[in-house]
């Protein structure tokens, strides 16, 4: 029903910028009701929500990440973005993006979608 592909991860040196771009294809109603949003994972440790978007714009982050990254949706090409700056080691993991129903819980929801992409790597270097 949904289809998200991630791109624009790669190699960064702290302090560093990547912009994540996740294509979205789905019928027009889910992109125009559902939350997009993204979370990261690293090996042996829980996803982590990281930004979430509404249909209306509306934005939410986790603290990790408040201030360095940005959420936007281009709605005219289905495309979800997170641009990332300030980037720390830290920061290191399989970023993936992630569509739910609702966006009640915010951020906070997005790890738990049944709908993401593949995932695409960032790493940063110290």
């Known amino acids: 029903q949904v289809q998200l592909v991630e791109s624009g991860g790669g190699s960064v040196q702290a302090g560093g910028s990547l912009r994540l771009s996740c294509s979205v294809y789905t019928y027009a109603y889910i992109y125009d009701t559902y939350c997009l949003g993204w979370f990261r994972q690293t090996p042996g440790k829980e996803r982590e929500g990281l930004a979430s978007i509404d249909s209306y714009g509306s934005t939410s982050y986790a603290d990790s990440v408040k201030g360095r990254f940005t959420i936007s949706r281009d709605n005219a090409k289905n495309t979800l973005f997170l641009q990332m700056n300030s980037l720390k080691p830290e920061d290191t993991a399989m970023y993936y993006c992630?569509?739910?129903?609702?966006?009640?819980?915010?951020?906070?929801?997005?790890?738990?979608?049944?709908?993401r992409g593949q995932g695409t790597q960032v790493t940063v270097s110290s």
């Open positions: 992630a569509a739910v129903a609702y966006c009640s819980g915010g951020y906070r929801s997005v790890p738990s979608s049944n709908y």
